[in-house]
T-cell receptor, first 113, second 117 residues
């Protein structure tokens, strides 16, 4: 059951450059999309989210873009910093706050000096 | 910043024994969840809880699993008779205050690593 897919298991980016992480989904009932960051031995930390009525949401260095027709979302981090090195998970739910999250498999981001 | 706390951080148990994993959600949150992540796999939903009852559960959440909110602060996951395949990281999450915004993120604890021998 791969309703949320992150096709790139890893990504390496130089410090100061833009990191772009991608996520595709198949369930057209999803209406809320979230990005989480995870360090080893810690739980997922919420980064940024977007509801289906928007196509862009920005919070500091993080921007999430949603393309509903393509069932695709992306997370842009600019500028990338070494502390951004972690595993990033895309997640989605059908009814916002009250609904379970379906996660992707994650993308490991390495920000190099 | 308020956070979700989970205890213990690591639990080692013999197969067939009962385990209780404990969570203290963020205090003004209304929705509570358990997820698990088997090593090398994705995070999977187990169960959601709202207004003192289960609102949704996955096919993983069979009769050996139960959840409880015994008081105003704790939220527990019990596995009655553990199996080897129950070995995983178990994450508790909470979301949703009473302000009515339908789009509020879930916040996760750091997890309990459950090892079944």
């Amino acid at each position: 059951d791969q309703q949320v897919k992150q096709n790139s298991p890893s990504l390496s980016v130089q410090e100061g450059r833009i990191s772009i992480l991608n996520c595709d989904y198949t369930n057209s009932m999803f209406d809320y999309f979230l990005w989480y960051k995870k360090y080893p031995a810690e739980g997922p930390t919420f980064l940024i989210s977007i509801s289906s009525i928007k196509d862009k949401n920005e919070d500091g260095r993080f921007t999430v873009f949603l393309n509903k027709s393509a069932k695709h979302l992306s997370l842009h981090i600019v500028p990338s910093q070494p502390g951004d090195s972690a595993v990033y998970f895309c997640a989605a739910s059908e009814t916002g706050t009250a609904s379970k999250l379906t996660f992707g498999t994650g993308t490991r981001l390495q920000v190099t000096l | 910043e308020p956070e979700v706390t989970q205890t213990p951080s690591h639990q080692v148990t013999q197969m067939g024994q009962e385990v209780i994993l404990r969570c203290v959600p963020i205090s003004n949150h209304l929705y509570f969840y358990w997820y698990r992540q088997i090593l090398g796999q994705k995070v999977e939903f187990l169960v959601s809880f709202y207004n003192n009852e289960i609102s949704e559960k996955s096919e993983i959440f069979d009769d050996q699993f139960s959840v409880e909110r015994p008081d105003g602060s704790n939220f527990t996951l019990k596995i009655r008779s553990t199996k080897l395949e129950d070995s995983a990281m178990y994450f508790c999450a909470s979301s949703g205050d009473s302000m009515g915004d339908p789009y509020q993120p879930q916040h996760f604890g750091d997890g309990t690593r459950l090892s079944i021998l």
